[in-house]
């Protein structure tokens, strides 16, 4: 998902099209393709949307698989209007940049934009993106907000009036994957984990045993380089499951410049010697009592695709990954049925947790976007477009082409089992996960704390410093730059 990659598809460079058809195989996909119809001398029915080379792939396909055109035309949209995937880079930092000097310069096409759920916010903060209150039919917005995804939805709002400026495509939520055949081996249940996740300290006692029992390299393989996905999803999965957050609870997400920081509570501390204990052990002098030394000390270098790996070739018992990873590692001839998929494990519930939100299972939220270019000269067009995006077929068609889980869940159990591979197998967990989704605090300074986050979480991973100085460091620069825009929005 390159710098500052994002979690859901672009930082893995992987082609979620690509693990659902075909299981066994891995491809990248970078580079810029532009459709042939994006000069100006497009036809009038033409609507032009930013998107990924992916996504361009099945919006007009060939012979019997079913295009998102088709699709769309079948929702109701004018069979005159014909929709166009301007693809870019992959790279979603990259796709940013694009997107803000484009919107910065007025220009268009395209008349849409594909934004990743973790930078919508400040697009719209910015005044970059049309409200859909003035493009889509009453019955249409009130449809979407009663029926989609909330988390995706908080991250399509204006923090400030609480009004809808982007479309959810599709979300995307992190999933704890593991070798139910080794558990068995090593004594432990687990079908139960399904709908109930365990504590961590079973979990990493659970794993320890299992990695021992059969003698493989390791425990669990997640993802702890100082990236954007640790400090986005996989360290926002660990604080939240033990009651914590950045800025005390999710109420706090979205508005930057007055809002309590709280990284140095109990809570995130706890989250962070954690992962110290299954990173080095018992014998860290920050170790927490009971829990196991489960994890390679490579983590803290790894982002998806490299953790991935050593679970995929059977050297690894468990594996933190979105849903893409299972297809790959579900098929039959991968693990098939000795897969196991859950939310992730917990320390704390939501009642014992500190903060309002947190506690519990939690699952770091991914996923993308659309919203309408402001300066587009076709903007009825596009609304109709994105209208036709509501349809329950349109997201089926991109569920079951492409791998992307529609922004309403209750859809997951009407895809083609054949289309969507194992994922079937595990659509209730997906479902679940996504029920206790967790957002990122996004806002205008979010790249620049992600950044502050990552580099002081991984320093305490690596036991560069202890867990309580990293976290005082890191609140004194969260203040900082807090600071520097107290006020700024809406406050």
């Known amino acids: 998902m390159a710098s500052k990659p994002t979690p859901d ?27 042939g119809c994006l000069g100006r001398a497009r036809e009038p029915g033409t609507i032009v949307m930013s998107g990924d080379t992916d996504f361009e792939s099945i919006m007009h396909t060939e012979g019997d698989a079913p295009s998102v ?64 209150e003035e493009a889509l039919a009453p ?24 009004v809808l400026h982007a479309l959810p495509l599709f979300p995307d939520f992190g999933l704890m994957l593991y070798r139910q055949d080794l558990m068995a081996d090593a004594g432990y249940e687990t079908d139960g984990w399904a709908t109930e996740p365990p504590s961590w300290r ?27 996905g640790l400090s986005c999803c996989t360290f926002t999965e660990e604080m939240s499951t033990w009651g ?15 809002r309590p920081i709280t990284v140095e509570s109990e809570p995130v501390i706890d989250a962070i010697r954690m992962m110290r204990t299954f990173i080095r052990g018992a014998d860290d002098e920050y170790a927490l009592e009971g ?80 919203t309408l270019n402001p300066h587009s000269d076709r903007l009825e067009r596009a609304a109709d477009v994105l209208e036709a995006f509501t349809s329950e077929n349109v997201m089926l068609t991109i569920f079951e082409q492409l791998g992307y889980l529609p922004p309403v869940l209750e859809l997951l159990e009407q895809a083609s089992a054949d289309q969507i591979g194992p994922v079937a197998r595990y659509t209730e967990q997906i479902r679940m996960a996504g029920e206790n989704a967790v957002p990122r605090p996004v806002t205008d300074l979010w790249p620049e704390q992600s950044a502050l986050i990552a580099q002081e979480v ?7 410093k202890p867990p309580d100085e990293a976290m005082s460091d890191l609140a004194e620069r969260l203040e900082a730059s807090e600071a520097s825009v107290e006020g700024q929005n809406g406050d």
């Open 458 to 464: 991984n320093a305490a991973y690596r036991a560069v």
């Open 291 to 370: 829990y196991r030394q489960i994890c390679p000390s490579a983590i803290v270098q790894w982002t998806e695709e490299q953790s991935l790996s050593p679970f995929a070739n059977g050297d690894a018992v468990a594996h933190r990954n979105w849903p893409f990873a299972v297809s790959q590692t579900g098929a039959e001839g991968a693990f098939g049925d000795d897969l196991g998929v859950m939310s992730m494990p917990y320390a704390v519930s939501e009642d014992e947790a500190e903060f309002e939100g947190v506690g519990g299972t939690a699952a770091g939220l991914g996923g993308w976007h659309l």
């Open 9 to 35: 598809r672009s930082a893995r460079g992987i082609s979620r099209r690509t693990f659902v058809k075909v299981a066994s195989a891995s491809a990248g996909a970078a580079g810029v393709a532009v459709a």
């Open 202 to 228: 079973e979990f990493s006692e659970a794993t320890a045993d299992a990695r021992d029992e059969s003698g493989i390299d390791f425990g669990f393989t997640t993802q702890a380089a100082a990236y954007e």
């Open 69 to 132: 055109q088709q699709a769309l035309w079948d929702a109701g949209l004018d069979e005159d209007i014909t929709v166009e995937v301007q693809a870019g880079v992959d790279d979603s930092a990259q796709r940013m940049q694009s997107y803000q000097s484009a919107l910065q310069a007025g220009r268009s096409p395209p008349d849409i934009f594909m934004m990743d759920s973790g930078w919508t916010i400040p697009f719209i903060l910015r005044e970059q993106t049309t409200p859909l």
């Open 244 to 258: 914590g957050g950045y800025f005390g609870g999710t109420e706090n997400l979205f508005t930057a410049g007055d």
């Open 139 to 162: 019955e249409v917005l009130a449809r979407v907000e009663d029926e989609y995804l909330e988390a995706a939805l908080e991250t399509a709002r204006d923090p400030r009036t609480d």
